[in-house]
C-alpha cells in the first residue's frame, strides 16, 4: 500500500525565516509531487521529482531515493508563502497518494 | 490561474440526493483525476479518466461514478448522498506521458450535505 507522511502538521514562521517540510514515503511510490494549497481550496503544483533536486525562485525540492524522503524548502519566507504544502506520491501513474498537509503561516 | 474549471463552486445537497460535478481541463490533456479532501484532511483518490475510460478507481463505493466526454472534459456523479459526502471534490487534469509529470488543479466544487 502506498503511504505518504508528512511533518510537521502545522508550522509558524516569522518573515525572513528559511522553513523545511518533511515528507517520507513508502515502497511502491516512484514520484513526489510537492502541491501548494491556499484558503481557498484551490491547488497549485510546484514540483514533481523522482529523483535530485528542483528549484524555482525562493522553493527547492530534494528527494533522497535510497531514504525514501523528500524536503520542500522556502528560503526567505514571506506572509504570501502561508498556505498549506501538501506531498503527494505516485506509483508511475498520475493516481496520487496525499500527505495530510503542512499548514504555514509565516508572519510579517 | 490553471486552465482547469470546476463547477459549481459551492453547493448545498440533503441526504439521498443525487449530485452531478463538472471539470473542464487544460486544453490538449487526456487525463482526469477526481479527487475527495474532507476538512482538514489531504485528498483521497476517487477514480481517474484517461480517453474517456475509467483508468483505476480508489476506495469509493459504486454510487460514485464518472464520465469523461470527447472534449476530455469530466463528470463526477454521486448518488444517494451521505452526510460523510461533504467534502471539496477536486479534478486533476494533465497529458499522459508528459515528462515532467505536472498536474493542474481546479479550484474545486465544495459539497455540503444536509
Known amino acids: 500500500k502506498n503511504e505518504v507522511e508528512q511533518s510537521p502538521q502545522n508550522l509558524t514562521a516569522q518573515e525572513g525565516e528559511f522553513i523545511t517540510i518533511n515528507c517520507s514515503y513508502s515502497v511502491g511510490i516512484s514520484a513526489l509531487h510537492w502541491l501548494q494549497q491556499h484558503p481557498g481550496g484551490g491547488i497549485v503544483s510546484l514540483f514533481m521529482?523522482?529523483?535530485g533536486k528542483k528549484k524555482h525562485g525562493r522553493l527547492i525540492a530534494t528527494i533522497n531515493i535510497q531514504e525514501k524522503h523528500s524536503s520542500l524548502h522556502i528560503t526567505a519566507s514571506h506572509p504570501r508563502d502561508s498556505a498549506v504544502y501538501i506531498c503527494a506520491g505516485s506509483g508511475g501513474s498520475e493516481k496520487l497518494v496525499f500527505g495530510k498537509g503542512t499548514k504555514l503561516t509565516v508572519n510579517p | 490561474e490553471t486552465g482547469v474549471t470546476q463547477s459549481p463552486t459551492h453547493l448545498i445537497k440533503t441526504r439521498g440526493q443525487q449530485v452531478t460535478l463538472r471539470c473542464s481541463s487544460q486544453?490538449?490533456?487526456?487525463?482526469v483525476s477526481w479527487y475527495q479532501q474532507a476538512l482538514g484532511q489531504g485528498p483521497q483518490f476517487i477514480f481517474q479518466y484517461y480517453r474517456e475510460e475509467e483508468n483505476g478507481r480508489g476506495n469509493f463505493p459504486p454510487r460514485f461514478s464518472g464520465l469523461q466526454f470527447p472534449n476530455y472534459s469530466s463528470e463526477l456523479n454521486v448518488n444517494a448522498l451521505e452526510l460523510d459526502d461533504s467534502a471539496l471534490y477536486l479534478c486533476a487534469s494533465s497529458w499522459a506521458g508528459a515528462l515532467n509529470g505536472e498536474l493542474f488543479f481546479g479550484e474545486g466544487s465544495r459539497l455540503t450535505v444536509l
Open positions: 486544453s490538449g490533456h487526456n487525463t
Open positions: 521529482l523522482s529523483s
